[in-house]
């Protein structure tokens, strides 16, 4: 007789091979985001009145797009797997949608230049919503227990950061000096080609490099509205996803506002962004390595709620800096606060994934991560709304009609805002409860019987079922048993552990 066909395990990925990743996803969004304002607003003349209107239509439509593509990635049954299709289609589509965001046309003008800025900014914010939803649910999978996660998670910080030092602090240099200058927009258009293409090589290795785990896609596909039902239940949802979103709306407020910040604020032409952003960044790098012992160490919940405090004093040293001196100063403790929330929010995120799978036996992180993107989404309306604001209250409507102070205006868009954003994302970490760390083990989903002698196969396709998706023979592990009689490790002080309840009964 002949054996019968098995699928090796998968092995190990690096973790640097899939941190590299970030890189690649990281640069294209971030130009955007960061050039963004001064592209269609001071140079091109976009009113901010329709900026913010924008910004808050494309969040919305964000939201609702963002649980769908998380879905589509956790039901996905190929033989590539479940994440790495939708990053191999993504990646692209992205690039392109980038490059024809900073190619406006020069004749635009009114509403073609309101329906251009609004059409590509949509779809960019729509594919990156696939792409990361589907790399961030690597995570949990390749690197199921935190101490791996966290060197992982580190890793790939580290390249965020490299990302930004290219997408935030040699931007402006290379737009306005390189390949443009300060008040024209080709310089935009090439560096966008430039970076795309770096983006498009990066994502495309890392997405061939990572090995998913086969036993991850279960046969039973996740449902779409009781998934949702599910999640929204989740207490932690809503309250790790709302702190997390006080830290993520005040950074976009940052990466979007300092360029202006530095041309109005401290009064320098912008290519000073390049120090400033840089010398942040770096302090940033340097920052994680030390987040990353003190999270092997206290734990990651402990090391969360100092980095939001730290982050906080960061802001509000930045309200005062004079020059471009005092500002680097101050600078350097928000990147000491920012290096501390890199090395430890998705640390915080990937406990609350774990704990869902381990309750409720199906992995559905691309749904779970897309869910927590609607708190994400609301740094677009944050945005919009705060841009907006500066109109109102400081009667800065764009670089044409910039009013009597736009230093002010600045100051209160990347200080004041964000300060006070993330004063209550501190105030409220300190209260609030996380899951403890979940055993690797509880979170492998039970293996569905062998069908019986009269039992047909499954219909396979490209949403169908894996051959590989139950694992090998002899690999699967044993059922925990009931919630009930799991142990559970005692966590670090302040971390309330899971009850011992049936899993039907456990609360989140």
Known sequence: MSEPRTTPAPGRTPAWRYAIGMLGTSIPINMIKGSMILYYVDILGLDVRAYGVVMVIYAVIDA?????LGHLSDRTRSRFGRRRPWLLVGAPMLVACMIAFFSAP??????GLVLWFAVFAILCEAFDSMINANYGALLPELYPRERDRAVAN?????????ALVLSLAVT?????????????TEGFRTTAIIYGAVALVVIAFMALSARERPRYS?????RLLPSLWSIVRNPM???VGLIGACYGIAMALVL??????????????VVNALYLQGIVILVTAGGLVVWTRLVARR???WAWRIAFAVLAAGFAALFFATGLVTAIAAGMLVGAGWSGMLATNDLIVARVLDADAARNGEHREGLFLSAFGFFGRLNGIVTGLALTSLGVFFGYNSGDDPGADPGLAFRMYLCVYPFVLTAIGAIAARIVSVPIETPPEATDPVPPPDPGPGDGPMNGSVEGTMDEAAGPPGERPEPAGPAGERPEPAGPAGERPEPAGPAAERPL
């Open 172 to 184: 402006p240099l290379l737009t306005t000096s390189v390949f443009g200058t300060e008040e024209s």
């Open 106 to 111: 020069s004749s635009l003008r009114g509403m």
């Open 237 to 239: 949802f809503w309250s």
């Open 154 to 162: 580190g890793l790939r910080q580290g390249f965020q950061l490299v």
């Open 256 to 269: 979007s506002g300092i360029q202006l910040y530095v041309r109005y604020s401290l009064g320098l032409p």
């Open 64 to 68: 609702v797009d963002n649980p769908l």
């Open 299 to 301: 734990g990651a919940l």
């Open 218 to 222: 279960t046969r039973e596909r996740p």
